[in-house]
């Protein structure tokens, strides 16, 4: 699926089975809720947290993979709240990036 058909394809749910968008605001902090979400699983996954219990280990991939989906879908809401093209956005950042950032990251010795 490209961003542009996710757009679409998330535009349609909403306006089907959502209803409608929650406003902006909301989006927004709901956005922040998916993020910490995943904040807490890579801090047990990768970090030196611990799960509570050995069965939330087991399924916490499975886990990360889903909360991150919620962060994307969220993402998606609200660019096609604000009228963000997301494929148009992420190859302009990442021209910037590019122009920005290349001879940066050549000289980190902290990369190499």
């Known amino acids: 699926m490209t961003i542009q058909e996710a757009q679409k394809t998330v535009d349609e749910w ?3 089975i959502g209803i409608r968008y ?3 605001l909301t989006n927004t902090a709901i956005l ?3 993020v910490g979400e995943v904040a ?3 801090a047990r996954l990768y970090g030196e947290q611990s799960f509570k219990t050995p069965e ?3 399924s ?3 886990d990360l993979a889903d909360e991150m989906a919620d962060v994307m879908f969220v993402l998606i809401c ?3 709240q604000t009228g963000v093209n997301l494929t148009d956005a992420l190859r302009d950042n990442l021209e910037k990036k590019t122009r920005r950032d290349a001879a940066r990251h050549a000289a980190n010795k902290k990369l190499t």
């Open 14 to 16: 909403i306006n089907t």
């Open 22 to 24: 929650y406003n902006e």
């Open 32 to 34: 922040m809720e998916e």
């Open 40 to 42: 807490r699983l890579m």
């Open 56 to 58: 939330q280990a087991d």
């Open 60 to 62: 916490a991939r499975a």
């Open 78 to 80: 609200l660019a096609n």
